[in-house]
Nanobody, 123 residues
């Protein structure tokens, strides 16, 4: 079992930056992938970014390419999402998810989820 805890959300003005953290505990494997999803009010949960723990390859949604960066710290079992040049449309609850396989953009592929952290961007 893997437990995921997100932190770092908050209120930010458009154009600002935030860094989200996802700390993993429990049976953490070296061959798993961690992703960030987000869900805005009234919308489906959507893929944001993912990283493969082994090798560090990453995937980004087109809407965040060039603005968001996903990274991992193996020693801390933590994944980060650096969000720059925030826009009002980035407002959502951000969820961390993990799976013991290569990263995918499909939320159904992830077995473990955090509780979410709210990000609000004011224009």
């Amino acid at each position: 079992q893997v437990q995921l805890v997100e932190s770092g959300g908050g209120l930010m003005q458009a154009g600002g930056s935030l860094r989200l953290s996802c700390a993993a505990s429990g049976r953490v494997f070296s061959n798993y992938a961690v992703a960030w999803f987000r869900q805005a009010p009234g919308k489906e949960r959507e893929f944001v970014a993912a990283v493969n723990w082994s090798g560090g390859s990453v995937i980004y949604a087109d809407s965040v390419k060039g603005r968001f960066t996903i990274s991992r710290d193996s020693g801390k079992n933590t994944v980060y999402l650096q969000m720059n040049n925030l826009k009002s449309e980035d407002t959502a609850v951000y969820y961390c998810a993990a799976r013991v396989a290569m990263a995918t953009v499909f939320r159904e592929g992830y077995n473990y989820w955090g509780q979410g952290t709210q990000v609000t961007v004011s224009s």
